[in-house]
């Protein structure tokens, strides 16, 4: 016999990290309070911990998808695959050179196009997708508030997210808006 309704739980299923890092904040705000030198020095470092990863955690929990998508993501050594109902494949992380997101008609998809021309579409909902955050966050250059506002957007178009690009000096990274 459960305890709490089925829905509220789904909620805080999906909220759950941010909840950890606020409760790991609180607990280090507790300890700073308390009597003791070292117990406060641990308390406020458990403090900025639980503020720093928070802050992750809330963009992470932005970059999740509302609604599911066919197919499922999977992240092995800087290698994205995706395995769809009908069409997939895989891209090297080192071998990316543009990151667009596209949106049409309210859906969204990832796509991720390597030096040689080849490209891989990921529905944003796809089983697995939240993998993609630390994968596209270890992209130098990245700008994740830019990739983040893409997602809020609700204009229809592609969108570059993330572009290598050269120049005179050798090979520069740069994140597109």
């Not at 020095?41 to 992750?56: E, N, Q, R, Y």
């Not at 859906?107 to 579409?121: F, H, S």
């Not at 993609?132 to 809020?152: E, I, N, R, V």
Request: glycine share 12%; aromatic share 6%.
């Amino acid at each position: 016999m459960p305890f709490i309704r089925p829905e509220i739980a789904e909620r805080l299923r999906d909220w759950r990290e941010v909840l950890i890092c606020i409760g790991v904040l609180l607990l280090g705000l507790w300890m700073t309070q308390q009597p003791g030198p070292v117990v406060k020095g641990v308390g406020l470092v458990a403090a900025l911990a639980g503020a720093g990863l928070g802050f992750v955690a809330i963009r992470r929990k932005r970059f999740a998808a509302e609604d599911a998508a066919p197919g499922m993501v999977v992240l092995d050594e800087r290698e994205v695959t995706y395995m769809g109902p009908i069409a997939g494949g895989s891209v090297d992380l080192d071998r990316l050179s543009v990151l667009r997101l596209r949106r049409q008609a309210g859906r969204k998809v990832w796509l991720l196009q390597t030096e040689d021309g080849n490209a891989l579409a990921i529905p944003h909902g796809a089983e697995g997708e939240t993998t993609l955050f630390d994968a596209f966050a270890a992209l130098p250059g990245l700008h994740m508030p830019g990739l983040l506002a893409a997602l809020d957007s609700s204009e229809d178009g592609s969108v570059i997210v993330w572009q290598r690009t050269m120049d005179p000096k050798g090979l520069r990274l740069t994140s597109g808006s």
